[in-house]
């Protein structure tokens, strides 16, 4: 079974940085592409960035473009989002996956098998 623990959410005021952390259980970490969704109140969840196995690939909804980072430490089984220039249009519950399937977009929910437990992001204005 493949847990995903994510940590480092919190409040923050608009302008500010969070770096939102996910740690995978499984040693075949490297093996998988990797992605972070978000739900806002009263909305779907929906994509934010994803990961390939090897961290070449990097992908972004285009709201967060230029100001969320994602990246890989392969040797620790973590992925990470950096966060910068948060807005409060950035409050969600933040989510990590695991990629399993492959449709063709990184951006499919549905290719992705594996889920954490959610960490709140809130941004204050």
């Known amino acids: 079974q493949v847990q995903l623990v994510e940590s480092g959410g919190g409040l923050v005021q608009a302008g500010g940085s969070l770096r939102l952390s996910c740690a995978a259980s499984?040693?075949?970490?490297?093996?998988?592409?990797m992605g972070w969704f978000r739900q806002a109140p009263g909305k779907e969840r929906g994509f934010v960035a994803a990961?390939?196995?090897?961290?070449?690939?990097?992908y972004y909804t285009d709201s967060v473009k230029g100001r969320f980072t994602i990246s890989r430490d392969n040797a620790k089984n973590t992925v990470y989002l950096q966060m910068n220039s948060l807005k409060p249009e950035d409050t969600a519950v933040y989510y990590c996956?695991?990629?399993?399937?492959?449709?063709?977009?990184?951006?499919?929910?549905?290719?992705?098998?594996?889920w954490g437990q959610g960490t709140q992001v809130t941004v204050s204005s």
């Open positions: 996956a695991r990629r399993e399937y492959y449709s063709g977009s990184y951006s499919n929910e549905r290719d992705y098998k594996y």
């Open positions: 499984r040693r075949t970490f490297s093996s998988y592409a």
């Open positions: 990961i390939s196995g090897g961290g070449v690939g990097t």
